[in-house]
């Protein structure tokens, strides 16, 4: 199979930010955080090589798909036609459900 492209949603490029700072903050190392972030957006990437292998979650709605980055992250999608869609990325136990569920 061919790689799909992979797009984001705005969510998940305000979490992409909101992780390198808090890494940032936690590390108080700017190459940690980069790298953090650079490994967590090459995993989104690569979700475009095989965008039907991750967890189904048709719980928090209709096509998501759930992957987990590092024991660290957790990156929620979908694939909508032939393109991947990263809606959200939970960092550190965040509660994705919860989060997911009580969107608008």
Same mark, same amino acid.
């Given at each position: 199979?061919? !790689?799909?492209?992979? %797009?984001?949603?705005? &969510?998940?490029?305000? $979490?992409?930010?909101?992780?390198?700072?808090?890494?940032?903050?936690?590390?108080?190392?700017?190459?940690?955080?980069?790298?953090?972030?650079?490994?967590?957006?090459?995993?989104?990437?690569?979700?475009g090589d095989a !965008?039907?292998?991750? %967890?189904i979650r048709s &719980?928090?709605?209709? $096509?998501?798909?759930?992957?987990?980055?590092?024991?660290?992250a957790v990156i929620?999608?979908?694939?909508?036609?032939?393109?991947?869609?990263?809606?959200?990325?939970?960092?550190?136990?965040?509660?994705?459900?919860?989060?997911?569920?009580?969107?608008?």
């Amino acid at each position: 199979m061919q !790689p799909i492209p992979v %797009t984001y949603r705005p &969510d998940a490029l305000d $979490d992409i930010d909101a992780i390198f700072l808090y890494v940032l903050e936690a590390s108080q190392h700017f190459p940690t955080a980069q790298k953090f972030t650079d490994r967590l957006v090459d995993r989104c990437e690569k979700i475009g090589d095989a !965008p039907f292998g991750a %967890t189904i979650r048709s &719980d928090l709605g209709p $096509d998501l798909r759930i992957v987990p980055f590092e024991g660290k992250a957790v990156i929620l999608y979908r694939v909508k036609e032939d393109v991947v869609e990263v809606i959200n990325i939970f960092y550190r136990g965040r509660d994705y459900q919860a989060i997911i569920t009580n969107k608008p």
